[in-house]
């Protein structure tokens, strides 16, 4: 079955423990992404990767860093996770990063709470 | 800079009825327009996009969508509403041959009443 992964769903962490959540697909996708959702904002993006070992800043890149070291993984990593970065996350890939037609197919979310 | 704007937050409909769900866009050059639903404790998913060409573009579960360049709007819409339709859909925009960014509306909550 086509689908994007995502690890853990849920977690509950304390300010400036170091947290990565992990980003899987098994759709041979160019593109990756992540997003952040919360209340009355949509989705923004985090962060997007283009192909291997390219990645680039999206609207909210502050306190993230990203790695695409391979096509199938695009972990996203909260080196000092503060309290503003309580939401819930969405990791998003489609198959040809040019094709601005294609919609991209989502993971079904962690919940990050950071206390 | 695109942005999409859905300016109700919540819409309630009876099961039965038609329902729509209003979206306009900003975008400097011609669009990409895609609606994704979202159901509790799910990601998104994909229900339709207009490219090009006809204005009224069908997608899943019987929803379709009217592109109106002139009023820069996406409505979504449904003849009739089922109970089952009950979710968070978000309207997203993204510039031809652009290569990196979905701008997404900030989502509007369906209910339809039995």
């Known amino acids: 079955e086509a689908q994007v992964t995502q690890n853990p769903r849920y977690l509950i962490t304390v300010t400036g423990k170091k947290l990565t959540v992990t980003c899987s697909q098994n759709?041979?996708?160019?593109?990756m992404s992540w997003y952040r959702q919360d209340p009355g904002l949509g989705l923004r993006q985090i962060y997007y990767?283009?192909?291997?070992?390219?990645?680039d800043k999206g609207d909210v890149p502050e306190g993230y860093k990203v790695s695409r070291k391979e096509k199938r993984n695009f972990p996203l990593i909260l080196e000092s996770p503060s309290p503003n970065q309580t939401s819930l996350y969405f990791c998003a890939s489609k198959g040809n990063s040019l094709h601005s037609n294609q919609p991209q197919h989502f993971g079904d979310g962690t919940r990050l709470s950071i206390l | 800079a695109q942005s999409v704007a859905q300016p109700e937050d919540q819409v309630n409909v009876a099961e039965g009825n038609p329902l729509t769900v209003k979206c306009t866009y900003s975008v400097s050059g011609n669009p990409y327009l895609f609606w994704y639903v979202q159901y509790p404790n799910r990601g998104l998913q994909f229900l339709l996009k207009y490219i090009t060409g006809d204005n009224l573009v069908k997608g899943s579960y019987g929803f379709e969508a009217e592109f109106n360049k002139s009023q820069t709007s996406f409505h979504l819409k449904k003849p009739s509403a089922l109970v089952s339709d009950s979710a968070l859909y978000f309207c997203?925009?993204?510039?031809?041959?652009?290569?990196?960014?979905?701008?997404f509306g900030s989502g509007t909550q369906l209910t339809v009443l039995p």
């Open positions: 759709m041979n996708h160019e593109y």
């Open positions: 990767s283009m192909n291997v070992e390219v990645t």
């Open positions: 997203a925009v993204t510039l031809q041959g652009s290569a990196r960014q979905l701008t």
